[in-house]
């Protein structure tokens, strides 16, 4: 068996490994028991399909006033293959515009003999995934080895929040270092699906976790300099439930949010200036560290432009709709720029990318160091680049 196949072998071995102890993790995290927030005794979602629009809400000049009544034949729960007369609202938030064979989610309530429904929406679970798996297959398709590596990567991340992050944080761990050390498994497993043992893995994940970390200390300072901190949120209202029952500090949901949504442009930017680096060395071996570090910055400089965009139009893009409200309000300038609103918009895109600057000379400083660590000097081997 030659070196490169023993090598593939136990890169595989090792993630399998990490992948089985995440698994495990996740089953043993799903036990908790969580504290009742609503009584729902008795209510249920399901799936149907609607078979008539038996009275129509919609009017002449387009819009919908009232409730449609429509007949669903349901396709899950006890009441599977049974045709049920139920009313779907015409909110914008709750029910959906029902015709002959759309599927729906059926809000239900079963007590013996009588059965309480209502449309609550309609069924996009399907679309969703669908959506979902098409992007993954185009980025397989387009992107080949890497892109499956990194689709890969992706969703072990998404599941991590999902099935690790969000119920330690239940159980009572530190949203904020909860969400770092979320964030740095991640980006480990991620590096190395794509680099694999080399140095580069290293130098990007350590720049990664550097530049996640440096927002957050950023986000932080930002909002005790402006008196802006997770008790300002619009939900506070229902979050405070949660810190009630469960002593959850809510008021650090708002920072933790912030290194999830930074840690892509940071792992994007740090992943290019250490593979950049590596070529550049690959290419002149015998390359004075000061000229690799001065090289190293000319290319962060290039990518950190448009990662530092990036951020800011993503947070700037969530908030369009309540700017638009500002706008026809023709709220005061003073106004618009002191509510709690904007400033934790501001705060996030100006943090996030904040971290995306700082990424690129920790990563170029580190890259330096590691990839010259163990080259004699005068040296002139071809090999002595990250790979």
């Not at 002449?60 to 396709?75: E, F, S």
């Not at 550097?210 to 927002?215: K, Q, S």
């Not at 090289?295 to 950190?304: C, F, L, N, V």
């Amino acid at each position: 068996m030659s070196d490169k196949t023993l090598s593939f072998i136990k890169r595989w071995w090792l993630m399998a490994a990490v992948l089985l102890a995440t698994v495990v993790l996740a089953a043993v995290l799903q036990q908790v028991e969580k504290t009742a927030l609503i009584n729902r005794t008795g209510q249920t979602f399901e799936k149907g399909v609607v078979t008539a629009v038996l009275q129509d809400n919609l009017q002449p000049d387009g819009t919908r006033v009232g409730d449609q009544r429509v007949a669903v034949r349901m396709t899950s729960g006890v009441r599977k293959g049974q045709t049920i007369e139920m009313t779907s609202s015409s909110g914008y938030l709750f029910g959906a515009a029902c015709r002959e064979g759309l599927r729906v989610i059926v809000m239900q309530s079963v007590a013996g003999d009588t059965t309480v429904s209502s449309v609550y929406s309609q069924d996009r679970g399907g679309v969703l995934i669908l959506f979902a798996l098409l992007y993954l297959a185009a980025l397989v398709v387009i992107g080949g080895k890497q892109g499956l590596k990194g689709a890969l990567g992706l969703a072990f991340t998404f599941l991590s929040i999902i099935y690790l992050y969000l119920p330690l944080v239940y159980l009572g761990w530190p949203p904020l270092w909860t969400s770092v050390l979320i964030c740095a498994a991640t980006t480990a497993v991620t590096m190395y699906l794509i680099g694999g043992p080399t140095r580069k893995t290293v130098v990007a994940s350590v720049g990664t976790v550097a530049g996640v970390v440096i927002a957050a200390l950023i986000a932080a300072l930002f909002g005790w300099a402006t008196g802006i901190s997770g008790w300002n949120v619009s939900d506070i209202e229902t979050l405070i439930t949660l810190w009630n029952t469960n002593g959850i500090n809510v008021g650090e949901l708002l920072f933790a949010g912030l290194l999830i949504s930074s840690l892509g442009a940071v792992m994007d930017v740090a992943m290019s200036v250490a593979s950049s680096m590596g070529e550049v060395l690959a290419q002149n071996p015998a390359m004075h560290r000061t000229a690799l570090f001065a090289s190293g910055m000319r290319i962060g400089r290039d990518m950190m432009g448009t990662d530092s965009n990036t951020l800011i139009l993503a947070f700037a893009g969530g908030s369009v709709s309540t700017l638009l409200l500002d706008y026809a309000y023709d709220l005061p300038a003073l106004q618009i720029l002191n509510s709690n609103n904007i400033g934790i918009s501001v705060m996030q895109g100006l943090a996030g990318s904040f971290g995306v600057v700082l990424a690129v000379p920790v990563t170029v400083a580190l890259a330096t160091l590691l990839y010259t660590a163990r080259r004699p000097a005068g040296a002139m081997r071809q090999g002595a680049a990250a790979e």
